[in-house]
């Protein structure tokens, strides 16, 4: 979503087989945002990999890789909050599944341009994180200025540039 409201043509879970013909369609006016993951029933790293060095060899597109990263743990609260089985081990507790996709994964990570680690992110803040690094390519770039107040007892909020601690001036509430 936050990528069509920045102005890509996104289309999730592509079956790797149509990539060749939805890229030999006529050139569309603005960039294009494909979402894929192991849950492709033809999914495979080394066919994905394949298609990145065709893509990018071409010079009449420009191809990034961005990679969601989450830690173990987290992925593991999240299927427990969830009550969902992990694609990879639908029979078996979800740590398995979680190890065999990241054995999957790996090549792709390593290959990554842009890796986003969401295990301290809320959707909010993955929201965020994904405007600065893709609404400016369909907007153009300008500067932008987030302020945040936090609290120290949850610790600094993570991406910070620059903190400021104005903890001296008078609160009026």
Same mark, same amino acid.
């Given at each position: 979503?936050?990528?069509? #409201?920045?102005?890509? /043509?996104?289309?999730?879970?592509?079956?790797?087989?149509?990539?060749?013909?939805?890229?030999?369609?006529?050139?569309? #006016?603005?960039? =294009?945002?494909?979402?894929?993951?192991?849950?492709?029933?033809?999914?495979?790293?080394?066919?994905? !990999?394949?298609?990145?060095?065709?893509?990018?060899?071409?010079?009449?597109?420009?191809?990034?890789?961005?990679?969601?990263?989450?830690?173990?743990?987290? !992925?593991? +609260?999240?299927?427990?909050?969830?009550?969902?089985?992990?694609?990879?081990?639908?029979?078996?507790?979800? /740590?398995?599944?979680?190890?065999?996709?990241?054995?999957?994964?790996?090549?792709?990570?390593?290959?990554?341009?842009?890796?986003?680690?969401?295990?301290? =992110?809320?959707?909010?803040?993955? +929201?965020?994180?994904?405007?600065?690094?893709?609404?400016?390519?369909?907007?153009?770039?300008? !500067?932008?200025?987030?302020?945040?107040?936090?609290?120290?007892?949850?610790?600094?909020? +993570?991406?910070?540039?620059? =903190?400021? #601690?104005?903890?001296?001036?008078?609160?009026?509430?």
């Amino acid at each position: 979503n936050v990528l069509e #409201d920045a102005g890509f /043509e996104t289309i999730d879970n592509l079956p790797l087989r149509l990539l060749p013909a939805l890229l030999a369609s006529p050139e569309q #006016d603005r960039p =294009m945002a494909l979402g894929i993951d192991a849950r492709n029933r033809d999914f495979s790293t080394d066919v994905i !990999l394949d298609l990145l060095g065709e893509l990018s060899a071409r010079a009449d597109l420009k191809v990034e890789l961005f990679y969601l990263d989450c830690d173990t743990d987290v !992925l593991l +609260r999240r299927f427990s909050e969830t009550r969902r089985r992990h694609p990879l081990a639908p029979a078996e507790r979800p /740590e398995t599944g979680i190890a065999r996709e990241f054995d999957l994964l790996g090549p792709i990570r390593a290959r990554a341009d842009l890796l986003i680690d969401t295990s301290e =992110m809320s959707p909010h803040d993955l +929201r965020a994180e994904l405007e600065l690094w893709f609404a400016s390519n369909a907007t153009g770039r300008r !500067l932008a200025v987030s302020v945040h107040s936090f609290s120290y007892k949850r610790g600094l909020p +993570r991406g910070l540039d620059m =903190m400021f #601690d104005c903890r001296f001036l008078r609160n009026p509430y």
